[in-house]
Structure formats: C-alpha cells, structure tokens
C-alpha cells in the first residue's frame, strides 16, 4: 500500500468518493467527518497528507491548519467551495500548501496530491533543487537554466528558493513578503510583482508565456517544472 492520506470531509458521499479515487491510485486511505476528529487523527496517527474541507462543523478546516501549523508541517490539501479570493488567501497565509475549489476533477485532485507527496518524499544528501532545465542551489546561493548561471539578487533568489523548495504549492504574496523580509527596504506585495517579473526575464525563454514561474490569478504564484504538464 503506498503513502496514507486523510481526507477530512463532513459530506459523507463526497468522503466515500473521495476515498475511492485515492485507493484506485493505490493510497492508503482513512476517513473522519469534522475537524476535531481530523486534530485528533493526525496527532495520534500523522498521515502523508491531509485533505481537508474548508467547511465542516464545529471546528472548521481553517482552524484545523492554524492549530496544525503550531506542532507540524504535514501536507494539507484544501477543498473549498468558496472562490473569494479573501478564503483562499487565508487558508494559504494559515499554512495550507494548496487548494482546490470545489467541484473538482478527479484528475486535476489526483495531480495535486502526487506533486505534495513527492515534495514530502523527496530525499537526499543534495540541497540541489532541480525542476526541469531550472537549478537551485542554495548552499552556493546559485541558480542556473540550462546549464548556465544566472545572476540574481538576494531577494529575488530567496524567493525563487522558497517557492522552489515546495514545487507547485501556490504561494500567496504575503507569505513570499516574508521570504524576503529583512532583505529589502520598504516592501509591498508590489515588490514581489517585480522580484517576479525580474525573475521570468532571467530563467524563462519566454518571460510573457512563463513555463516556470506561473500567475495564479487571485492568489500568488507557484513554481513548477517547466514542462506544462
């Protein structure tokens, strides 16, 4: 049986389906139904990931990554029917990794479970972060495209790095803000729309169809491999 994952759905049919297109994809599965029992699940029993609904009783999925994030770092997947911009931007900014708007594909749900699984999966003595033709490398505070180093400012790499760190996790403005805190001078989310835009000139082939650095319109920007699949 492969990585278990907790899905923490108050709908008791959405669970169940849920559930069945995991163990298709040959995950281990467990199930509970409102956001205490989610608390209660993971700290006695920590998963590979959670999925967890915005909108359960009592406590909510919001509380549930705000309480998680205080004593670990699991992979929280969010389902929301909400598409306000404000309710995805907090459920990012409160640590959940990324999101997914009710309803669904299959699909599109099963892709961002296996991109959070690899993350969590991923091993190594390298700090070396590779995604596509794109290196990170931390330790020598380099990044090359191809081959080729490319010069960036140190804002401009703690942001590429952080959101290299977590390939395809959405980052919101806010949280890539704190990235570079102390690093700048004066800085708004504004700031980040030009690290970004510097960013695209240097490591993308073509910076106005980004392959790397994607627009997440709403929310923020993610990182992935280039290979637009």
């Known amino acids: 049986m492969g990585s278990c994952v907790l899905v923490a759905e108050d709908n008791v049919m959405q669970a169940d389906m849920l559930g069945r297109y995991l163990r298709q994809e040959g995950y281990a599965v467990r199930i509970v139904h409102d956001g205490r029992s989610a608390l209660d699940e993971v700290r006695r029993n920590p998963p590979d990931l959670l999925i967890l609904d915005v909108m359960m009783p009592g406590v909510d999925g919001l509380d549930v990554v705000r309480l998680l994030r205080g004593e670990s770092d699991l992979p929280v997947l969010m389902l929301t029917a909400r598409s306000t911009e404000d309710d995805l931007l907090h459920g990012l900014d409160l640590g959940a ?22 993350r ?10 590779t995604l596509g033709d794109l290196r990170v490398d931390p330790d020598r505070h380099e990044v090359r495209v191809r081959g080729e180093v490319v010069e960036c400012t140190a804002s401009e790499f703690r942001v590429l790095h952080t959101m290299a760190a977590s390939p395809g996790r959405v980052f919101s403005r806010s949280q ?3 990235a570079v805190h102390g690093l700048d001078g004066y800085i708004t989310e504004r700031t980040i729309d030009a690290h970004v835009m510097n960013l695209r000139k240097k490591i993308e082939a073509q910076p106005r169809r980004p392959a790397y650095l994607l627009t997440v319109h709403g929310v923020g920007y993610k990182l992935v491999d280039g290979s637009g699949a």
């Open 176 to 178: 890539l803000l704190n």
């Open 120 to 129: 969590v999966q991923r091993t190594g003595g390298t700090t070396d972060i």
């Open 97 to 118: 990794d990324d999101y997914v708007t009710k309803p669904y594909s299959p699909r599109e749900l099963m892709a961002r479970v296996r991109t959070l699984l690899r």
